[in-house]
């Protein structure tokens, strides 16, 4: 996003009506003037960063319900949006610039977002030294040096494409995509666009809008028609020698490690931790707030519904051991042989 100065997000938040009703000290401010610059995770976020708090909850790897009160204490950030609960404990915040208290602090996160942080001004753009772009390609962003972008390819303003990068054909990479050296994506691949995510406010389902893009290591490849959604406010991770076969579904916000193996057709829900050197066979599929440690297999279309230990391999729905799956399998057969013959 492109620097703002807090005296004009708090007058929009103002506007806006965002603060807390019935609270005395909902906006604790020192009144200097200060330019905000980036947006993070709590946990993540930094002096000049906006963030939001969601409350009380416990801590998980994946802070699928928020993060724990500890987290809150250790908080930097420029701005912080926190629910009613917090009035009244800027002064036990000490890394926060400014308190909000508001109603809602994930739909204020939202509506920042939406307001302030939605364009791409300050982008790096152009073609580094021995590019060969397609004439039908579209390049907004930037391409590092011998990249090759194919026919029908876009690039949007925000995006980083490395160098030696292929983009063999109608290759879409979306703002705020950084791609590290050395990266394949086969036709139709898309990087970077919206994750499938909702909230509810006011009765009403809306999306929530993923600005944060998607950061992606060395040497890693990526299937035809295969997508990697953007992450909310931590973008989506792909560590080094990463491949994926066609059709394969990353999901947003994701931490995949190194050395990780997607058939085809098998896919991560939102939020999903891969440890390094995780497979995972054709079709089998991942629910969202999981970690799969580190060399865990998953056979082909299973469904995996609770976290899997480091180095287990597992098949079947819900996902079990593969060793006692097979013993199931045996049994279940044996029982329907037996019934066959009444």
Not at 63 to 78: D, E, I, T
């Amino acid at each position: 996003m492109s620097p703002v100065s807090i005296s004009e997000v708090l007058d929009w938040l103002r506007a806006g009506a965002f603060l807390a009703s019935g609270v005395a000290d909902s906006l604790v401010w020192n009144g200097d003037d200060y330019a905000l610059s980036g947006f993070a995770a709590v946990d993540r976020s930094g002096s000049s960063d906006v963030t939001f708090w969601l409350g009380g909850t416990a801590a998980s790897d994946t802070h699928a319900n928020g993060y724990a009160s500890s987290v809150l204490a250790r908080v930097q950030a420029g701005l912080l949006f926190a629910p009613p609960e917090c009035a009244g404990l800027a002064s036990e915040l000490p890394g926060v610039r400014c308190l909000a208290i508001v109603d809602s602090p994930y739909h204020a996160m939202v509506e920042f977002l939406n307001r302030f942080a939605s364009g791409c001004s300050d982008a790096v753009t152009g073609c580094a030294a021995g590019v060969r772009v397609h004439p039908s390609a579209v390049v907004e962003g930037y391409v590092g040096e011998n990249s090759v972008i194919g026919p029908g390819c876009v690039v949007m303003r925000g995006a980083k494409v490395g160098a030696n990068c292929t983009l063999e054909a109608n290759v879409t990479i979306y703002p705020n995509v950084e791609i590290g050296e050395k990266c394949v994506f086969q036709a139709g691949s898309v990087i970077g666009s919206r994750g499938f995510g909702f909230y509810e406010y006011a009765g009403e389902r809306r999306m929530v809008p993923h600005y944060a893009g998607v950061r992606i290591g060395n040497s890693c490849s990526f299937g035809a028609n295969m997508v990697v959604a953007a992450g909310f406010v931590s973008p989506t991770i792909i560590g080094n020698r990463c491949h994926f076969d066609s059709f394969v579904q990353v999901g947003h916000n994701c931490i995949l490690g190194d050395d990780i193996f997607m058939a085809s057709q098998s896919g991560l829900a939102g939020s999903v931790v891969v440890e390094d050197g995780v497979e995972l066979a054709g079709g089998a599929q991942v629910a969202g707030h999981l970690t799969l440690g580190k060399g865990a297999r998953i056979a082909a279309k299973a469904g995996v519904t609770k976290s899997i230990p480091a180095g287990r391999m597992v098949s079947g729905f819900p996902a079990i051991d593969i060793n006692v799956w097979r013993k199931a399998m045996v049994n279940l057969k044996r029982l329907g042989e037996k019934s066959g013959t009444r």
